[in-house]
């Protein structure tokens, strides 16, 4: 158990509709980070937050958009779904120790699109 | 800008062999680089990681890597496979600087034979 946690672990939803993931990081950690899993693209680096502020941008869409709370959780919201939009979304959180931060992973939502 | 290529997509081992998982990574400066194990339906948890120093660096479960500049590789080695390590592995190479940005190659699924 990384100690991130991620709700809900599936979804199931129609195009066109719009959902919110949740995210939950390791107490202490300040800085999320938001990956997609899909088996085309494999995984990819979408969005990473610090302690509420956006620091890094990765392949996110614009119809995806992510924030972190004061209680640094943080949401993805993704919009106007599209069948390609089914994937794997993972959660990671970090804390700073120095020159790199490693990153612990939640278990993940898989999100369907129909 | 980054990248990671694991040039096998599946390798099947009997229970017992060694193991080497192969990795090349392109970044224009002292890589930070990384490998993680995502068991089915779980996850990504980080098995070691590279940052400067000693050149064969040790992880968890038995699992080193040895990272070589002059071959941009950082190949992943076990010396006796057991069946739990079926699993899929992925080679990360990771930008610092504050931003973590990591960026992951396209994983190798592992299978181990009886």
């Known amino acids: 158990d990384s100690g991130v946690t991620q709700t809900p672990k599936h979804l199931i939803t129609a195009t066109g509709q719009r959902v919110t993931l949740r995210c939950s990081p390791r107490?202490?950690?300040?800085?999320v980070y938001w990956y997609q899993q899909s088996l085309d693209q494999g995984l990819q680096f979408l969005i990473q937050?610090?302690?509420?502020?956006?620091?890094a941008k990765g392949n996110i869409l614009e119809r995806f958009s992510a924030q972190q709370f004061p209680d640094l959780h943080s949401e993805l919201n993704l919009s106007s779904l599209e069948l390609g939009d089914s994937a794997l979304y993972f959660c990671?959180?970090?804390?700073?120790?120095?020159?790199?931060?490693?990153?612990?992973f939640g278990p993940g939502t898989r999100l369907t699109v129909l | 800008a980054q990248s990671v290529t694991q040039p096998d997509i599946h390798i099947t081992v009997s229970e017992g062999a060694s193991l080497e998982l192969r990795c090349n990574y392109s970044y224009g400066a002292t890589p930070y680089l990384f490998w993680y194990v995502q068991s089915p339906g779980q996850g990504l948890q980080l098995l070691l990681k590279?940052?400067?120093?000693?050149?064969l660096v040790q992880g968890i479960k038995g699992f080193e890597a040895e990272f070589k500049r002059s071959q941009s590789s950082f190949n992943l080695r076990k010396p006796s496979v057991h069946w739990s390590d079926a699993a899929e592995y992925f080679c990360?190479?990771?930008?610092?600087?504050?931003?973590?940005?990591?960026?992951f190659g396209t994983g190798t699924k592992l299978q181990v034979i009886p």
């Open positions: 990671a959180s970090s804390g700073w120790t120095g020159l790199w931060n490693e990153q612990f």
């Open positions: 107490s202490g950690d300040l800085s």
């Open positions: 590279y940052f400067s120093g000693d050149t």
């Open positions: 937050y610090y302690n509420g502020e956006e620091r």
């Open positions: 990360a190479v990771g930008a610092g600087g504050g931003y973590q940005k990591v960026t």
